[in-house]
């Protein structure tokens, strides 16, 4: 379902009938998790490139402009603790001579994952700058007239990050890979603190954090049990204080793994059983939902804060529309916490499903698809020559994003514009 609060009364309809396909499109199925473990990382997920049909230009259009925004890539974990912790528990339960044989084999990956992540907590990895090179690649030869220099073209790309050392960094791959494939581009980067209002609002998501982590603490309590697995880790299961806590803390470092892959080690998602993994991932998931997405509960002003963001996406877009600008291409590089609302607040396909109860939430919406390192939206814009009409293509994560409105996959620039401006005025 889309996010009805943010829809005209005009698209409202549209919504409704589409209800039922963006559930079945969003839903992650237990077996789904089983046959692909590492999908129940969720916001943890590496990018994956997964192309999309082909969809021809419309005849007599060329592309001219791309506006983009895209969350970090691959990183380590932000805090010290998500390392720390697990740990602590496992070298006591070594130290005292209680670990199995399984819990010794766990130890080791944790030590190396903490090891590596020493005063790295929330650093992009190999990983992250990779997939950021990887997908101005792609947009490159997508389209390669709105980065040609050809004949004295001026190509002039404007760039934008947060002050977190992350997105910076995610930003310098993004333009150094442009940059390789052609040096003739003029790029500016900037990080800066006059920008955050829009590239990383979240005033609402503060305010409502920790009633969102007590309603994910007791969904996490009322469906988890970690009795079996610490039995299989340690000989002793009464020499771990708090059970349930080191359950959620593995799994986050084993989900991990896959960001820092430069480490060659093996993710232990054995340690977990079907079910068990499939539970983690569908607490971590309504977590997520919670604190970022369209959800009835908390989600409204949450999604509105976006606003500031799309607003800034249209406005920029529309002086290069008129004229008024020779931008080739804007390109913002920031958070999930930012991006995500947007999804769902442009009422994206898949990302702006509103439910109220956690129990609806694993067949509505999935991080792992939604919001995993490096999700990007682009929307790229094509003109006309003779008639002068603009039609724009919305990609996420590099593939179609159907919105509320008619005309997908090349939405008329005047239609969208106003669809866009109705969700933040």
């Not at 005292?96 to 130890?107: D, H, I, N, R, S």
């Not at 988890?224 to 697995?229: A, F, G, H, Y």
Request: net charge neutral.
């Amino acid at each position: 379902m889309l996010t009805m609060r943010y829809l005209t009364l005009k698209t409202r309809l549209l919504a409704l009938l589409l209800l039922a396909a963006t559930c079945a499109a969003a839903q992650t199925t237990p077996a789904e998790i089983a046959a692909r473990p590492e999908l129940s990382a969720g916001i943890y997920h590496s990018y994956e490139y997964l192309p999309g049909p082909a969809v021809p230009v419309p005849a007599g259009y060329e592309p001219f402009y791309i506006s983009h925004y895209g969350r970090h890539g691959s990183r380590y974990h932000a805090s010290e603790k998500a390392y720390a912790e697990p740990l602590a528990v496992l070298r006591k339960a070594a130290e005292a001579g209680k670990l199995t044989p399984k819990g010794q084999e766990v130890l080791a990956k944790v030590e190396a994952l903490a090891e590596d992540a020493h005063l790295r907590y929330g650093d992009l990895s190999p990983r992250g700058a990779a997939e950021h090179r990887g997908i101005a690649e792609r947009m490159y030869a997508a389209w390669p007239g709105v980065f040609s220099t050809d004949g004295g073209r001026v190509c002039r790309v404007e760039s934008r990050s947060t002050l977190v050392p992350r997105c910076i960094l995610s930003m310098a791959a993004f333009n150094e890979r442009l940059k390789e494939l052609n040096p003739a581009i003029t790029t500016t980067r900037d990080a800066s603190e006059r920008y955050i209002d829009y590239m990383a609002r979240g005033n609402s998501m503060m305010l409502v954090r920790k009633a969102i982590a007590a309603v994910a603490d007791s969904l996490s309590r009322a469906r988890l049990n970690p009795d079996r697995l610490v039995r299989s880790l340690v000989t002793d299961p009464r020499s771990v204080g708090e059970p349930l806590k080191l359950m959620q803390g593995l799994y986050m470092l084993t989900a991990i793994i896959q960001d820092v892959s430069h480490l060659g080690i093996e993710p232990f998602y054995d340690i977990f059983t079907d079910e068990e993994l499939y539970t983690l991932w569908e607490c971590e998931n309504a977590l997520r939902y919670m604190q970022m997405g369209p959800s009835a509960r908390f989600g409204d002003p949450i999604v509105a804060d976006a606003g500031a963001l799309l607003r800034n996406i249209v406005e920029t877009a529309d002086a290069v529309v008129r004229g008024e600008s020779d931008l080739a291409a804007s390109l913002r590089f920031g958070h999930d916490t930012c991006i995500t609302p947007l999804l769902a607040l442009l009422g994206v396909e898949g990302a702006s499903t509103r439910v109220e109860s956690p129990d609806d939430i694993a067949a509505a919406w999935n991080a792992q698809t939604v919001t995993p390192m490096a999700t990007n939206i682009q929307f790229v814009f094509f003109r006309n020559p003779s008639t002068g009409d603009v039609r724009v293509r919305v990609l996420h994560n590099e593939r179609d994003a159907r919105l509320p409105i008619p005309g997908a996959p090349y939405y008329p620039w005047k239609e969208l514009k106003k669809y866009c401006e109705s969700l933040y005025e």
